[in-house]
């Protein structure tokens, strides 16, 4: 049961590990894209060409048939990544295994929707993936396997999330192979990750520049950061602290290293409307943006 790209290596590794798999569960065809064309998520694409019965009920709470057609498949367990929709306790406790969730974090820290940005966000030094047994919390079941990765000042959120998914993969086969016991997660140090928007991606140019550069690599590639030049907004794809200070949002030099609330930040890959990402000292020979420019 999945639907974006961090469920697929999953889905895959239970193929190859010889599991049978009775179903593949993912959301509704959905428009995409400049045509708003209706498009396959990349879990049902790959179950479709693995020759996988695909289902995709809009809705499971509201649906009581979707329901009995999910405990009538007579489960030993049921695979959950990043599916969408939330599991009626009558389909929590169908499998005899139950459901087992690959959870993006070291639970319990970054329940919730966005855990691999927010970890990020937050400057943590590592992250990981938890294999959890489902119950009807937020991300409150008990934990059966757990592997972490570290964080450096590379990292983005496109490559942790493939990097996430991977181990993901590796640690629900373990899961399923060896059948850990399940223990409960910690009472203390919980936090939550919200659910982003494209509206999280403007840079505020009163923060520091540290804080700013990790929202950088935490929104790569989506929602992405932006900011405002010349009427126009300009995609920020990659940039990092620096020493400076001025008026925040103010270039700084002719390189486009900009004043924060503490700190500079030095943009060093951006995106103009209608054209292609490009290295800063690239786009600045054909658009200069000489110091002292304000980009609020």
Same mark, same amino acid.
């Given at each position: 049961?999945?639907?974006p790209?961090f469920?697929?290596?999953?889905?895959?590794?239970?193929?190859?590990a010889?599991?049978?798999?009775a179903?593949?569960?993912?959301?509704?065809p959905?428009?995409?894209?400049?045509?708003?064309?209706?498009?396959?998520?990349?879990?049902?694409e790959a179950?479709?060409?693995?020759?996988?019965?695909?289902?995709?009920?809009?809705?499971?709470?509201r649906?009581?048939?979707?329901?009995?057609?999910?405990?009538? +498949? &007579?489960?030993?367990a =049921?695979?959950?990544? *990043?599916?969408?929709? %939330?599991?009626?306790?009558?389909?929590?406790? $169908? !499998?005899?295994?139950?459901?087992?969730?690959?959870?993006?974090?070291?639970?319990?820290?970054?329940?919730?929707?966005?855990?691999?940005?927010a970890?990020?966000?937050?400057?943590?030094?590592?992250?990981?993936?938890?294999?959890?047994?489902?119950?009807?919390?937020?991300?409150?079941?008990?934990?059966?396997?757990?592997?972490?990765?570290?964080?450096?000042?590379?990292?983005?959120?496109?490559? +942790? &999330?493939?990097?996430l =998914?991977?181990?993901? *993969?590796?640690l629900v %086969?373990?899961?399923?192979?060896?059948?850990? $016991? !399940?223990?409960?997660q910690?009472?203390?140090?919980?936090?939550?990750?919200?659910?982003l928007?494209?509206?999280?991606?403007?840079?505020?140019w009163?923060?520091?520049?540290?804080?700013?550069?990790?929202?950088?690599?935490?929104?790569?590639p989506?929602?992405?950061?932006?900011?405002?030049?010349a009427?126009e907004?300009?995609?920020?794809?990659?940039?990092?602290?620096?020493?400076?200070?001025?008026?925040?949002?103010?270039?700084?030099?002719?390189a486009?290293?900009?004043?924060?609330?503490?700190?500079?930040?030095r943009?060093t890959?951006?995106?103009?409307?209608?054209r292609?990402?490009?290295p800063?000292?690239?786009?600045?020979?054909?658009?200069?943006?000489?110091?002292?420019?304000?980009?609020?």
């Amino acid at each position: 049961m999945g639907t974006p790209a961090f469920a697929v290596p999953a889905l895959r590794a239970l193929a190859a590990a010889g599991h049978r798999i009775a179903a593949v569960y993912c959301q509704p065809p959905r428009p995409s894209g400049r045509g708003h064309g209706v498009r396959r998520s990349p879990v049902h694409e790959a179950a479709d060409a693995m020759g996988v019965e695909v289902r995709t009920p809009a809705s499971l709470k509201r649906d009581p048939a979707a329901q009995a057609a999910f405990v009538a +498949l &007579h489960l030993d367990a =049921a695979v959950v990544a *990043a599916y969408g929709l %939330l599991l009626p306790e009558s389909m929590l406790a $169908a !499998p005899g295994r139950g459901c087992l969730n690959i959870h993006a974090s070291l639970l319990p820290r970054w329940r919730g929707a966005a855990p691999i940005q927010a970890a990020i966000l937050a400057g943590d030094v590592e992250t990981g993936v938890t294999i959890m047994r489902m119950e009807a919390g937020l991300d409150t079941g008990p934990m059966l396997l757990r592997g972490s990765v570290p964080i450096t000042d590379a990292t983005t959120a496109g490559t +942790l &999330h493939d990097e996430l =998914a991977t181990l993901g *993969a590796a640690l629900v %086969l373990r899961a399923l192979a060896d059948n850990p $016991a !399940p223990v409960p997660q910690p009472a203390e140090g919980v936090t939550y990750a919200a659910k982003l928007s494209r509206a999280d991606g403007e840079l505020d140019w009163t923060l520091g520049a540290k804080t700013l550069a990790r929202r950088v690599r935490a929104l790569n590639p989506w929602p992405g950061t932006f900011t405002h030049f010349a009427g126009e907004t300009l995609k920020v794809l990659a940039a990092h602290a620096e020493s400076g200070s001025g008026v925040p949002g103010t270039v700084l030099d002719d390189a486009l290293l900009v004043a924060t609330g503490d700190g500079a930040l030095r943009l060093t890959s951006i995106q103009a409307p209608g054209r292609a990402a490009m290295p800063a000292d690239a786009f600045l020979r054909g658009k200069p943006v000489p110091p002292g420019t304000s980009l609020l």
